[in-house]
């Protein structure tokens, strides 16, 4: 792979979250090589549901914990979401073009061993644990962020 890309995965909404394993997964096919950074609310896109804990927690972590998205499939749209009549409907839609939904996108990104990476400091202000996470997220800091992303083609920010 001779070509570079790197996504900055800040969002926590599901067409968004989408759009950049799309693109993630279309550059690996392109003998791309690819990193996503995920921070802040893009976090929840690689929390593992079953591994959510309240344990060694402040109670604003807690509170965090509780009221966010416990994982991909619990992301909300970013617009239209309507307390989620919207993504069903979108879902439903994705569903009558035979076209993959997000976690399929998610599930070919970590077969085609795309570099996932957390933001060390959201991670920690979030309230988050290393434990909560998908197999073979690194948590890592800013400046590894962007010393990939200064050797990346492709540079991206959703």
Known sequence: MSKKMSLLMFSGEYDKAMAGLILANSAHDMDIEVTMFFSFWGLFLIRDPDKMTLEDKSLYE?????AT?????????????FSGLGKWMLEEMIEDQEAPKLIHFLKGARKKDI???????????MGLKPEEFLPGVDIVDAQSYLRDALESDIQLFI
């Open 62 to 66: 807690k509170i965090m914990s509780l």
């Open 69 to 81: 998205p416990k994982g991909p499939e619990q992301l909300p749209l970013s617009k239209m979401n």
């Open 115 to 125: 570099k996932f990476s957390a933001c060390k400091l959201s991670v920690e202000i």
